[in-house]
Every structure is written in C-alpha cells, then in structure tokens.
C-alpha cells in the first residue's frame, strides 16, 4: 500500500488514478494557457501564422513534437481559422450596409460564413 500524507495508505491503484488526474489538469491549464494567448492574437493573423509556421517547420524537419508543441499547434491553428473568419466577416459587412434593404443584409447570411 502507498502512504499517504498524515500516515493513511491508499490502495495503489487510487494512487495511480491521483497521478493520472492530476497529470491531465496540468495539460488542460497548459492548454488553456495556450487558447487565451492564441486568442488574444486574433487580431493579428500574420503573426499567429509567423508562430504557427514555427511550429510546422519543426514538425516537417522531422522532429518529434511535445506533448506543448502539440497542444500549442492546436491552439494557434484554432486561432488562425478564428481570426480568418473575422476577417472574412469584417470584409462582408464592408462590402453591405447595414442601412440598406432587408435583402442585402440576407445576403450576409449566404456570404459563405
């Protein structure tokens, strides 16, 4: 049996479910972490791309990437597609009004958003 602190054992396996639990909070704050930072670039797609570049020049050259490369891969590609659509929706209200005619703003609705 494992010892626990204050001297109370545990079964092993609880232990082993203990380390496991906290292994994953560990890389969900860490994931976290990288979404808020990913996010608070989406004003700026050329640089979330610059950063996302980076990260797949490391992975084509063949290395092997970390659990955090991985995690942060996924964020910054989460990101960009977020911040592409902005973009893309920003575009669509510049090009309509939202003063004119109910039948151009329906027109947003098939802007391929």
Do not use: W
Request: with cysteine.
């Amino acid at each position: 049996m494992v010892k626990k602190k204050g001297g109370r054992e545990i079964n092993p396996a609880d232990a082993f479910r203990k380390t496991q639990r906290a292994k994953e909070i560990a890389r969900n704050k860490k994931e976290r972490k990288f979404q808020r930072d990913a996010f608070a670039l989406k004003a700026q797609p050329d640089q979330i791309r610059d950063e996302l570049a980076d990260v797949l020049d490391k992975e084509q050259d063949g290395q092997v990437l970390s659990q955090t490369l991985r995690l942060k891969k996924r964020a910054l590609q989460s990101a960009y597609d977020a911040a592409l659509k902005k973009k893309k929706v920003s575009s669509c209200y510049r090009l309509h009004s939202f003063t004119c005619e109910p039948s151009l703003q329906l027109s947003l609705v098939f802007c391929g958003l």
